[in-house]
T-cell receptor, first 113, second 115 residues
Framework: QQQVKQSPQSLIVQKGGISIINCAYE??????FPWYQQFPGKGPALLIA?????SEKKEGRFTISFNKSAKQFSLHIMDSQPGDSATYFC????????????FGKGTLLTVNP | DTAVSQTPKYLVTQMGNDKSIKCEQN?????MYWYKQDSKKFLKIMFS???????INETVPNRFSPKSPDKAHLNLHINSLELGDSAVYFC??????????????FGEGSRLTVL
């Protein structure tokens, strides 16, 4: 049972464009929704995260939009750069879950120069 | 001064062998994890330890045995390796209790290839 569904599987964007990656979750007990960024040969690293009491969080060019009623959240990368080319994972966790993060299947983003 | 370090980075071995991967974190975290990333990049938790105590075991075959000698180390031993064990194994750590923000700090991974 996949609790966090991520789309698209891969995405190609031109430099300066907007990259959008979507995730949907099933468990309404989830209360923490991070996005991780992974470069080839490296471990994932936290990019930005949101809790369900806000609908949007912005950090620089990266924005999370959160829709609690639809059980969906998305990552928007504005002014995408070739250096943003990486695999992006959404994830979710809930309090009292012994710190367990459930990851989406990842999106390979390629930003062409 | 790497925060979460794993050794070895690459491991190539034959089916049936036993191998170990070591992990150390110098962040002072109480909780450590092993994640498996398959060829399709899917990340799945295997184990989690909090202060040397096992708190998550995600129905991993008992050929996999984690060991935490202290809260800064979490090693993974794998017996009787199978082809399907080929993957990248990531160690991670995080603070626990009220210090837990949901952020995991990952190592760079150990790529295991079973021939």
């Amino acid at each position: 049972q996949q609790q966090v569904k991520q789309s698209p599987q891969s995405l190609i964007v031109q430099k300066g464009g907007i990259s959008i990656i979507n995730c949907a979750y099933e468990n309404t007990a989830f209360d923490y929704f991070p996005w991780y960024q992974q470069f080839p040969g490296k471990g994932p690293a936290l990019l930005i995260a949101i809790r369900p009491d806000v609908s949007e969080k912005k950090e620089g060019r990266f924005t999370i939009s959160f829709n609690k009623s639809a059980k969906q959240f998305s990552l928007h990368i504005m002014d995408s750069q070739p250096g943003d080319s990486a695999t992006y994972f959404c994830a979710a966790s809930k309090r009292g879950s012994n710190y367990k993060l459930t990851f989406g299947k990842g999106t390979l983003l390629t930003v062409n120069p | 001064d790497t925060a979460v370090s794993q050794t070895p980075k690459y491991l190539v071995t034959q089916m049936g062998n036993d191998k170990s991967i070591k992990c150390e974190q110098n962040l002072g975290h109480d909780t450590m994890y092993w994640y498996k990333q398959d060829s399709k990049k899917f990340l799945k938790i295997m184990f989690s330890y909090n202060n040397k105590e096992l708190i998550i075991n995600e129905t991993v075959p008992n050929r996999f045995s984690p060991k935490s000698p202290d809260k800064a180390h979490l090693n993974l031993h794998i017996n009787s390796l199978e082809l399907g064990d080929s993957a990248v194994y990531f160690c991670a750590s995080s603070p626990s209790g009220t210090g837990f923000t949901g952020e995991l700090f990952f190592g760079e991974g150990s790529r295991l290839t079973v021939l």
